[in-house]
C-alpha cells in the first residue's frame, strides 16, 4: 500500500508568498496548500491529515503565534515552522518557546524550508515510537499481566498498589520461576519512574570484578582493556528502577559498596575519584533464604536489613492453583502468538486436569515451558493430555548410593545434581529450574565434591 503523500499547510497574508512556497514544496514531494487567510487556516488544522504548518508571523486577524497555539491544541505533535522578517526576531524566538519546531528568516530557500520540514517529520516519528513503546511497556507490564485471582496473588497486587511510587527497596523473594522480574518491571512501569528506564542485572551471571564494574561504571584506564569509561547500570537507571536479580549471590566486597550507595545515594567508578549521586531505586530478588545465609555469614545482616524495607513474597505455582486455568489461557494465548502456525487453540479438560494435578516445582516459567511445547508438538485444536506426557510418567528413582557408610553432604549434592542433569538430557537451565536455583549454583554443586584431576 502507497503511504499518502505528506500535507503541509502554508500560510502567508501575500498570498503570492504562500502560494511559492507551496510550489516548491510540492516539486519535492509534499502535499502542499497555500492560504492567504488565516482564518481559512484555522478551520484547515483541524483535519487530521494536515502533518505539518508553515505560517507567517506577522498577519491581520490572526497571527502566527495564534495559528501556532491552535494548532498545538488540536494536535500537539504536529510540527510548526514560522516564516519572519528580520525585524521580528523576538516574536519569532517566543514562537520556539511556545512550541514551534523551528522559524525562518525571510528571504529563504525551499531547500532550507525543507531541510527543516524532514527533520521535524523525522523528530515527530521517533517520539511517536518512543510514545508507542512506552505504552506498550507500560500495558505489557501492568498489573493486568500479572494473572492470577488468588488470594495469594490478590495479597501481591494490594502491596504493589501501595508502594509503587516509594522510592524504598523493595526486597522479592519466592521460588525460582515464581515471576520475580516480571513484578519488578510492574512495580516499575505501574509507578512514577515509568518515563525512566528499567534496568536488570543477574548478580550470579558475571564475576564479580565484571560486576563491580557493570553496576557502578569505570574510567577510561581503571583497568586492563578499559580503553573507554563506562557509565554503568546504576547510572543508565538513574530516575528509574534497576532490579538486582539473585542478589544472594553477590559477593561481600560487592555488598559493603551496595550498601554503600543505598546509605548515602551515592556510587564511584571503578578507577574514580570523586562519588556521583545516584538516583535508582533499588529492587532485589532471590530464591535464596537471606536471613539463613546472614546467619552463616554469607550476607551483610546490614545490608539484609536495607533492603527488607519492603518485602513481597511470590507464592509458589502449587500454593494458587486456582490461578491455573487462567493462566494455562494466558500462557497458551503467547505461545500461540509466537508460534502462529500451531493447530493448537485450547486446553482440553483432561489436560487441563493433569495441569491442575502436578507439583510444578519449576512454577509458571515450567507452566510456560510445558504449553509452549504442546503448541510446537500437538496436532490436534485441544492440547491433550497425551501431548503432556512428561507431567503424567511416574518420577524416576533417585540416584543410587552404593557405599555402606555416610557420604559427605556435598558428595551427595553432587550426585543428587548430576542425576538431575541427566533426567533433563544435559539441559543445565532446565535442571536448574528443577531443582529451584541458578544455573552458577548447580555448576558449584557439580563441581563440589568431585575427585581433583591429577
Given at each position: 500500500?502507497?503511504?499518502?503523500?505528506?500535507k503541509?499547510l502554508?500560510?502567508?497574508?501575500?498570498?503570492?508568498?504562500?502560494?511559492?512556497?507551496?510550489?516548491?514544496?510540492?516539486?519535492v514531494?509534499?502535499?502542499?496548500?497555500?492560504?492567504?487567510?488565516?482564518?481559512?487556516?484555522?478551520e484547515?488544522?483541524?483535519?487530521d491529515?494536515?502533518?505539518?504548518l508553515v505560517?507567517?508571523?506577522?498577519?491581520?486577524?490572526?497571527?502566527?503565534l495564534a495559528?501556532?497555539?491552535?494548532s498545538k491544541?488540536?494536535?500537539?505533535?504536529?510540527?510548526?515552522?514560522?516564516?519572519?522578517a528580520?525585524?521580528?526576531v523576538?516574536?519569532?524566538?517566543?514562537?520556539?518557546?511556545?512550541?514551534?519546531y523551528?522559524?525562518?528568516?525571510?528571504?529563504?530557500?525551499?531547500?532550507e524550508l525543507?531541510?527543516?520540514?524532514?527533520?521535524a517529520?523525522?523528530?515527530?516519528?521517533?517520539?511517536?515510537?518512543a510514545?508507542?513503546?512506552?505504552?506498550t511497556?507500560?500495558e505489557?507490564?501492568?498489573?493486568?499481566?500479572?494473572?492470577?485471582?488468588s488470594a495469594?496473588?490478590?495479597?501481591?497486587?494490594e502491596?504493589?498498589?501501595?508502594?509503587?511510587?516509594a522510592?524504598?527497596?523493595?526486597?522479592?523473594?519466592?521460588?525460582?520461576g515464581?515471576?520475580?522480574?516480571?513484578?519488578?518491571?510492574t512495580?516499575?512501569?505501574?509507578?512514577?519512574?515509568?518515563?525512566k528506564?528499567?534496568?536488570?542485572?543477574n548478580?550470579?551471571?558475571l564475576?564479580?570484578?565484571?560486576?563491580?564494574?557493570?553496576?557502578?561504571?569505570?574510567?577510561?584506564?581503571?583497568?586492563?582493556?578499559?580503553?573507554?569509561s563506562?557509565?554503568?547500570?546504576?547510572?543508565?537507571?538513574?530516575?528509574?528502577?534497576?532490579?538486582?536479580?539473585?542478589?544472594?549471590e553477590?559477593?561481600?566486597?560487592?555488598?559493603?559498596?551496595l550498601?554503600?550507595v543505598?546509605?548515602?545515594?551515592?556510587i564511584?567508578?571503578?578507577?574514580?575519584t570523586?562519588?556521583?549521586?545516584?538516583?535508582?531505586r533499588?529492587?532485589?530478588?532471590?530464591?535464596?533464604?537471606?536471613?539463613?545465609?546472614?546467619?552463616v555469614?554469607?550476607?551483610?545482616?546490614?545490608?539484609?536489613?536495607?533492603?527488607?524495607?519492603?518485602?513481597l513474597?511470590?507464592?509458589a505455582?502449587?500454593?494458587r492453583?486456582?490461578?491455573?486455568?487462567?493462566?494455562?489461557?494466558?500462557?497458551?494465548?503467547?505461545?500461540?502468538?509466537?508460534n502462529?502456525?500451531?493447530?493448537?487453540?485450547?486446553?482440553?479438560?483432561?489436560?487441563?486436569?493433569?495441569?491442575?494435578?502436578?507439583?510444578w516445582?519449576?512454577?509458571?516459567?515450567?507452566?510456560?515451558?510445558?504449553?509452549?511445547?504442546a503448541?510446537?508438538l500437538a496436532?490436534?485444536v485441544a492440547?491433550?493430555?497425551v501431548?503432556?506426557?512428561?507431567?503424567?510418567?511416574?518420577?524416576?528413582?533417585l540416584?543410587?548410593?552404593?557405599d555402606?557408610?555416610?557420604?559427605?553432604?556435598?558428595?551427595?549434592?553432587?550426585r543428587?545434581a548430576?542425576w538431575?542433569?541427566?533426567?533433563?538430557?544435559?539441559?543445565?537451565?532446565?535442571?536448574?529450574?528443577?531443582l529451584?536455583?541458578?544455573?552458577?549454583?548447580?555448576?558449584?554443586?557439580l563441581?563440589?565434591?568431585?575427585?581433583?584431576?591429577?
Open positions: 500500500m502507497t503511504p499518502r503523500p505528506r503541509v502554508v500560510v502567508d497574508d501575500k498570498l503570492d508568498m504562500a502560494e511559492m512556497v507551496a510550489d516548491g514544496l510540492s516539486e514531494g509534499w502535499s502542499a496548500t497555500a492560504r492567504a487567510s488565516s482564518q481559512e487556516a484555522l484547515l488544522l483541524a483535519d491529515e494536515v502533518d505539518a505560517t507567517d508571523l506577522r498577519m491581520p486577524d490572526v497571527d502566527g495559528l501556532l497555539a491552535a491544541r488540536t494536535h500537539p505533535a504536529r510540527p510548526v515552522i514560522i516564516m519572519t528580520y525585524g521580528a523576538e516574536s519569532a524566538v517566543e514562537s520556539i518557546r511556545r512550541g514551534a523551528h522559524y525562518l528568516l525571510k528571504p529563504f530557500r525551499i531547500e525543507v531541510l527543516f520540514l524532514d527533520r517529520m523525522d523528530d515527530q516519528r521517533v517520539r511517536s515510537e510514545q508507542a513503546l512506552r505504552a511497556l507500560s505489557r507490564f501492568s498489573l493486568g499481566t500479572l494473572v492470577g485471582k495469594p496473588m490478590r495479597a501481591v497486587y502491596v504493589i498498589e501501595r508502594v509503587k511510587n522510592g524504598a527497596p523493595v526486597l522479592l523473594v519466592g521460588e525460582t515464581t515471576g520475580k522480574g516480571q513484578v519488578a518491571r512495580l516499575h512501569f505501574e509507578g512514577e519512574r515509568r518515563s528506564a528499567f534496568v536488570a542485572v548478580c550470579a551471571s564475576p564479580e570484578t565484571l560486576l563491580e564494574s557493570e553496576l557502578f561504571g569505570h574510567t577510561r584506564g581503571a583497568f586492563t582493556g578499559a580503553t573507554s563506562h557509565a554503568g547500570l546504576f547510572a543508565e537507571a538513574d530516575g528509574g528502577t534497576l532490579l538486582l536479580d539473585e542478589i544472594g553477590m559477593t561481600p566486597s560487592l555488598q559493603a559498596k550498601l554503600h543505598l546509605e548515602t545515594g551515592t564511584r567508578p571503578v578507577g574514580a570523586r562519588e556521583r549521586a545516584s538516583d535508582a533499588i529492587v532485589a530478588a532471590t530464591h535464596r533464604d537471606l536471613r539463613e545465609l546472614v546467619r555469614g554469607q550476607f551483610r545482616e546490614d545490608l539484609f536489613y536495607r533492603l527488607d524495607v519492603i518485602r513474597e511470590l507464592p505455582l502449587r500454593h492453583r486456582e490461578d491455573i486455568p487462567l493462566l494455562v489461557d494466558h500462557l497458551l494465548a503467547r505461545a500461540k502468538a509466537k502462529p502456525d500451531s493447530l493448537v487453540e485450547s486446553c482440553s479438560k483432561d489436560a487441563l486436569a493433569a495441569l491442575m494435578d502436578h507439583g516445582p519449576g512454577n509458571v516459567r515450567e507452566l510456560a515451558h510445558v504449553l509452549e511445547r503448541v510446537l496436532r490436534t492440547v491433550e493430555r501431548d503432556l506426557a512428561a507431567l503424567a510418567a511416574s518420577p524416576p528413582p540416584p543410587a548410593i552404593s555402606a557408610s555416610i557420604l559427605p553432604i556435598r558428595e551427595v549434592q553432587r543428587y548430576a538431575a542433569l541427566e533426567q533433563m538430557q544435559g539441559n543445565k537451565t532446565r535442571a536448574a529450574e528443577r529451584g536455583v541458578d544455573t552458577k549454583t548447580l555448576a558449584k554443586w563441581l563440589e565434591g568431585a575427585e581433583p584431576v591429577a
